[in-house]
């Protein structure tokens, strides 16, 4: 049986619609997943919806109407849009589901059975906007002498009856899993901010609210509603099946990746670890907090008035230029910046004139020169055979090397240097001159060249999935030989060319893109 990789986004607080640094982090899993699916591996992606919380009852009571009802609305944008952006997600769960219910309800009672909750009375700083209470060290002045959050979010006195967790019981736990673990914690900038919070000391933690009834009920503490974080985070618990500990919870968890957003990284580093020790449960692989993207160099804000539609952007210039431009221009783990135009810009240069034209010509050629006949019987000079093992060691070697550890944009770099290699050797052996000079030599180019434009397009596909299955499904490639096994298999064009597959005339997979009307460099 192959082997398990679990991998969730961050469950997503649906206030508001889905926006591009929603779609940033789907994609970059999605990658991941599809990259582990072709590397053999059994793949469960999961992602889904945190519905509770006191932002969405006051959002939805300020509507007038039934939180339910806003969270049914909202959770469809999202499910909507990770269709949108293909991405192959293995289960949505939504907080808000019965079965997430019981998973939440069953967590608390193990951390209750462990002596770590109690109960007490609360009174502190607690910011609506972010569903997380604020130390007054952490506190900053705002206009008007409104105290802000860290994250520049509005925070107010709390007072009321709470249960709390005894997070500060698990300081030393902690520190010893981010010691004897230097990667639970991704990328290292990110493992030395929780380093210094939690050597700074822990407090316990507030974990129920009783001034609002939208979440899940704390078992046997009647008016008691857990607070978001706890039924937020069980979320990659209840996605494969938890309580019940067989099946796929007993084949997937521990998870491989959390990916999350550099914003939750401590609810994610400190909170939940403590959250599963004290539950006796196994503690997540890695937990990597990527970067935000900015528009323009600038973070999005309604006030500013740039906060992109991501949906808008894929119909503008295609899901699958869209997924690339943001692994490729981005380098994972760090802020980053778009605007249409740079979309645009290295959706051309890379896809439609590198790649898509080097597809395009290749086959096109032995379409129009060999009768799209493919032929195993050929002369192979050195400069063939050098193309082909440089092309097999970006797609085999390099490119895996650098997703395995989530250095998307360097692994695609790595791709389309290989891409600038295969144009370098038309523009050299020129095919089209040696189809009256040395029909012969002319073969062996082209199919030189099928070979490395099939090996581009395996190598590509958990970016590009759709322009590359088209791709392949142009060039006779089987379904199930579209993976990193396939890849190794020396035999797979011999196969091929004794198949009788001819080549027919090819069809463009990545058009060039034109700016939408009105927009333009700033």
């Known amino acids: 049986m192959s082997e398990p990789f679990y991998i969730t986004t961050a469950i997503s607080y649906p206030n508001g619609r889905p926006h ?51 969270a049914d609305e909202m959770s469809g944008y999202f499910r909507e849009m990770y269709r949108k952006l293909n991405i192959s997600f293995d289960n949505f769960m939504r907080t808000s589901d019965p079965a997430h219910h019981r998973a939440s309800q069953a967590i608390w009672q193990a951390m209750e059975a462990n002596g770590d909750l109690y109960l007490d009375r609360y009174e502190g700083w607690y910011s609506v906007r972010d569903e997380a209470f604020y130390d007054e060290s952490e506190l900053t002045d705002g206009e008007g002498g409104v105290r802000l959050s860290p994250q520049g979010t509005p925070v107010e006195w709390t007072v009321e009856e709470s249960w709390f967790f005894r997070l500060s019981a698990y300081q030393d736990r902690l520190l010893a899993l981010y010691n004897d673990n ?43 509603v857990m607070y978001v974080w706890v039924d937020a985070l069980t979320t990659y618990l209840s996605g494969i ?73 894929a119909e503008q210039f295609g899901v699958d230029a869209l997924r690339y431009y943001l ?119 082209l199919m030189t060249l099928f070979q490395a434009v099939r090996t581009l397009a395996i190598a590509i596909r958990p970016v590009v999935p759709s322009a590359g299955d088209a791709l392949l499904d142009q060039m006779g490639i089987a379904d199930d030989a579209r993976d990193f096994a396939a890849l190794a298999d020396t035999e797979w064009f011999a196969k091929l060319a004794a198949s009788g597959f001819a080549v027919g005339q090819p069809v463009p997979i990545f058009p060039r893109l034109e700016l939408p009307e009105g927009e333009g460099e700033a």
């Open 20 to 70: 591009i640094g929603h779609a940033y982090e789907a994609i970059a899993t999605d990658v991941m997943a599809r990259f582990q699916r072709m590397r053999g591996r059994d793949v469960r992606l999961i992602t889904g919806t945190d519905e509770h919380g006191l932002k969405m009852y006051q959002t939805a009571r300020d509507q007038g109407r039934a939180t339910i009802d806003l």
């Open 182 to 224: 230097p990667d639970f914690i991704r990328p290292e900038s990110r493992r030395n901010e929780v380093l210094r919070f939690v050597e700074g000391g822990l407090k316990d933690l507030s974990v129920s609210r009783t001034s609002f009834d939208w979440g899940v009920p704390v078992p046997g503490s009647p008016g008691h």
């Open 241 to 313: 099946g938890y309580p019940d500990m067989d099946g796929d919870f007993a084949r997937f968890w521990p998870a491989n990746i959390h990916m999350i957003g550099k914003d939750i990284v401590r609810f994610h580093t400190v909170y939940w670890p403590a959250f599963l020790m004290s539950a006796g449960l196994p503690l997540p692989r890695q937990v990597f907090g990527h970067g935000f993207l900015l528009n323009r160099g600038e973070k999005m804000s309604k006030s500013l008035g740039n906060v992109v539609d991501p949906m808008t952007l």
């Open 327 to 445: 692994l490729r221009e981005v380098s994972f783990g760090q802020d980053g910046s778009y605007s249409a135009e740079a979309i645009v810009r290295t959706a051309n240069a890379d896809l439609a004139n590198s790649f898509g034209n080097l597809a395009q010509r290749s086959l096109s050629m032995i379409f129009k020169n060999l009768g799209g006949e493919i032929s195993d019987d050929y002369a192979r000079a050195q400069d063939d055979l050098d193309l082909l093992r440089d092309i097999n060691d970006m797609a085999l070697t390099r490119l895996p090397r650098e997703f395995e550890q989530l250095a998307f944009s360097v692994g695609i770099e790595d791709w389309i240097r290989a891409v600038f290699a295969c144009n370098q050797y038309v523009d050299t052996q020129a095919p089209w001159a040696l189809r009256k000079t040395d029909p012969e030599r002319m073969r062996a180019v």
